[in-house]
């Protein structure tokens, strides 16, 4: 029924609204303005499917159901040529609708949709004769079609094109008072009230679609703070951002470093020549580990294959092996090569259910198998994360960006929740012996950042704060990062400090272990 535009999210001030040639007082209000709508404009309504509402199905028996479906054939047939203007055509195919529908024996209901559209094709045939015929299937219409706003709208059209001004009119102030946002209703009944010479009747519908467009506005508005609010939640008065889900990264993972390759082994059944193939082994680990925290993956599997190779002529236990071939699997699928898919393959197939007794390493085997495309794996390396450590936040992410990327939605909904849960019991206000009680082995620490400046702009005081760390982003520009606090509320009222000097966008933030959380 709707002139189909797009409304514009701009605000326009300044819109004076005029009643009995007096000013009224300037308001806000959606961009939106009667220009934008045709006056009697009006659209080919269908609603075949619901032609047989108010009839008893059970009552009808299988006859009358095959002739409403051919019925209703001819019918959006019908539509189509209204669609088109084609209207002559378009009243023969809804005579032939009216005769199927008869013999099925439908109530009188059943033909009001009908019946309006012949009208309306009636008076768009552009014969005065027509018109007759228009009037006379308005006076078919039973009750139940008036209850129907966008119905009683087009019906509103046909009175109007008959000449009954003042039904038009009416009806066309039901639509309003159905639907208070009906812009083209509020267009239309304007342009009545025009034409027949009513200029006060005609500013009030004015005035009444301004005041319904500033309601709009503000609803709007109000909808998207809402919005807004669900992507942020305040506690206490610290802004946490909500997650939308991370894509899990093997480029970024916090490779393990203090891992004992030793320890399933025996150490008195060690001999003297296999204890130094084990330390040239664990030497060339040790270069391949920093190669891989460096980025360097060619050089990370060369010193990582020669490790091995050490390793098992050290006789080293294939539980002790897990970790070279972890992260041999996570330095092949880092490079990006397909070479590499099948040398990632082969070492995860090598490991053992030891490598995920810690947290660490079941959480970057989950990225690794999510890189190698094993979305179930990683899903279910990610879940075990989080009861090794319920308060690691990150795999909760991935997990929420994995599932949606399977489009499992409720799944990826459930796993929000528990992040957002976790998120919050994170940011309590908790003591470094709150957290033993919570298990954390590391604790989570807090601090703030003040933001990030260039060689210029740095605040003069900005050294003197306690615990300050730099991290360079470029060669012009560095975060700066101040305080150490074991609990949230420590932290908050840091921050306050920090916005009373002057740091006004100043922000909390996570860590564990030296790693930065997202919260």
Same mark, same amino acid.
């Given at each position: 029924?709707?002139?189909?535009?797009?409304?514009?999210?701009?605000?326009?001030?300044?819109?004076?609204?005029?009643?009995?040639?007096?000013?009224?007082?300037?308001?806000?209000?959606?961009?939106?303005?009667?220009?934008?709508?045709?006056?009697?404009?009006?659209?080919?309504?269908?609603?075949?499917?619901?032609?047989?509402?108010?009839?008893?199905?059970?009552?009808?028996?299988?006859?009358?159901?095959?002739?409403?479906?051919?019925?209703?054939?001819?019918?959006?047939?019908?539509?189509?040529?209204?669609?088109?203007?084609?209207?002559?055509?378009?009243?023969?195919?809804?005579?032939?609708?009216?005769?199927?529908?008869?013999?099925?024996?439908?109530?009188?209901?059943?033909?009001?949709?009908?019946?309006?559209?012949?009208?309306?094709?009636?008076?768009?045939?552009?014969?005065?004769?027509?018109?007759?015929?228009?009037?006379?299937?308005?006076?078919?219409?039973?009750?139940?079609?008036?209850?129907?706003?966008?119905?009683?709208?087009?019906?509103?059209?046909?009175?109007?094109?008959?000449?009954?001004?003042?039904?038009?009119?009416?009806?066309?102030?039901?639509?309003?008072?159905?639907?208070?946002?009906?812009?083209?209703?509020?267009?239309?009944?304007?342009?009545?009230?025009?034409?027949?010479?009513?200029?006060?009747?005609?500013?009030?519908?004015?005035?009444?679609?301004?005041?319904?467009?500033?309601?709009?506005?503000?609803?709007?508005?109000?909808?998207?703070?809402?919005?807004?609010?669900?992507?942020?939640?305040?506690?206490?008065?610290?802004?946490?951002?909500?997650?939308?889900?991370?894509?899990?990264?093997?480029?970024?993972?916090?490779?393990?470093?203090?891992?004992?390759?030793?320890?399933?082994?025996?150490?008195?059944?060690?001999?003297?020549?296999?204890?130094?193939?084990?330390?040239?082994?664990?030497?060339?680990?040790?270069?391949?580990?920093?190669?891989?925290?460096?980025?360097?993956?060619?050089?990370?599997?060369?010193?990582?294959?020669?490790?091995?190779?050490?390793?098992?002529?050290?006789?080293?236990?294939?539980?002790?092996?897990?970790?070279?071939?972890?992260?041999?699997?996570?330095?092949?699928?880092?490079?990006?090569?397909?070479?590499?898919?099948?040398?990632?393959?082969?070492?995860?197939?090598?490991?053992? %259910?030891?490598?995920?007794?810690?947290?660490?390493?079941?959480?970057?085997?989950?990225?690794?198998?999510?890189?190698?495309?094993?979305?179930?794996?990683?899903?279910?390396?990610? $879940?075990?994360?989080?009861?090794?450590?319920?308060?690691?936040?990150?795999?909760?992410?991935?997990?929420?960006?994995?599932?949606?990327?399977?489009?499992?939605? $409720?799944?990826?909904?459930?796993?929000?929740?528990?992040?957002? %849960?976790?998120?919050?019991?994170?940011?309590?206000?908790?003591?470094?012996?709150?957290?033993?009680?919570?298990?954390?082995?590391?604790?989570?620490?807090?601090?703030?950042?003040?933001?990030?400046?260039?060689?210029?702009?740095?605040?003069?005081?900005?050294?003197?704060?306690?615990?300050?760390?730099?991290?360079?982003?470029?060669?012009?520009?560095?975060?700066?990062?101040?305080?150490?606090?074991?609990?949230?509320?420590?932290?908050?009222?840091?921050?306050?400090?920090?916005?009373?000097?002057?740091?006004?966008?100043?922000?909390?933030?996570?860590?564990?272990?030296?790693?930065?959380?997202?919260?």
């Amino acid at each position: 029924m709707y002139k189909k535009i797009f409304l514009s999210l701009g605000l326009i001030l300044g819109i004076a609204l005029f009643a009995n040639q007096k000013m009224l007082a300037t308001t806000i209000t959606d961009s939106t303005t009667t220009e934008q709508y045709t006056p009697f404009y009006w659209d080919v309504i269908s609603d075949v499917d619901k032609v047989l509402q108010h009839e008893k199905m059970k009552d009808l028996n299988k006859r009358a159901i095959d002739q409403s479906k051919i019925g209703s054939e001819h019918y959006e047939t019908a539509v189509k040529k209204m669609q088109n203007k084609d209207y002559l055509v378009a009243i023969a195919e809804f005579k032939n609708a009216m005769k199927r529908y008869k013999r099925a024996k439908l109530g009188p209901d059943a033909y009001n949709y009908l019946h309006t559209n012949m009208a309306l094709c009636y008076v768009s045939s552009g014969k005065t004769k027509d018109k007759v015929m228009a009037k006379r299937y308005v006076n078919l219409l039973t009750k139940t079609i008036f209850k129907e706003e966008k119905w009683l709208y087009n019906i509103a059209i046909v009175q109007y094109h008959l000449n009954n001004q003042d039904e038009a009119a009416s009806m066309l102030s039901s639509c309003i008072k159905m639907d208070e946002f009906n812009y083209q209703a509020y267009t239309t009944l304007k342009a009545l009230y025009e034409e027949s010479g009513n200029t006060k009747s005609a500013n009030k519908v004015h005035e009444q679609m301004q005041s319904a467009q500033a309601k709009r506005l503000k609803e709007k508005q109000r909808a998207n703070a809402d919005k807004k609010r669900g992507e942020t939640k305040k506690k206490g008065k610290v802004v946490i951002a909500a997650s939308s889900g991370i894509e899990p990264d093997i480029n970024n993972l916090k490779i393990v470093t203090n891992d004992d390759h030793l320890q399933f082994n025996k150490i008195n059944e060690i001999d003297e020549r296999s204890m130094a193939q084990i330390q040239q082994g664990v030497g060339a680990y040790n270069d391949g580990i920093k190669a891989l925290k460096d980025k360097q993956y060619s050089k990370a599997i060369d010193d990582l294959k020669e490790a091995e190779k050490r390793l098992k002529r050290g006789k080293i236990t294939e539980d002790g092996l897990n970790f070279v071939r972890g992260n041999l699997a996570i330095a092949y699928l880092s490079k990006g090569d397909k070479r590499g898919l099948g040398q990632a393959k082969r070492y995860l197939k090598y490991l053992t %259910k030891q490598i995920y007794k810690t947290r660490d390493w079941t959480y970057n085997l989950g990225v690794a198998y999510y890189t190698f495309g094993d979305k179930e794996k990683a899903l279910d390396l990610f $879940k075990l994360a989080t009861k090794q450590d319920r308060l690691y936040l990150t795999p909760y992410q991935n997990m929420i960006y994995v599932y949606t990327e399977m489009d499992e939605g $409720k799944k990826a909904l459930s796993v929000q929740k528990s992040y957002e %849960k976790n998120r919050d019991d994170l940011i309590k206000s908790f003591s470094r012996q709150d957290q033993s009680r919570y298990n954390v082995t590391d604790p989570y620490l807090f601090r703030v950042n003040l933001g990030t400046y260039g060689e210029f702009d740095t605040p003069e005081d900005l050294f003197d704060e306690s615990n300050l760390i730099s991290v360079p982003l470029n060669n012009s520009t560095t975060t700066y990062l101040a305080g150490i606090f074991y609990n949230m509320n420590d932290a908050t009222d840091y921050q306050k400090q920090m916005r009373k000097k002057g740091y006004s966008d100043c922000f909390i933030v996570a860590f564990k272990d030296g790693e930065k959380l997202e919260f």
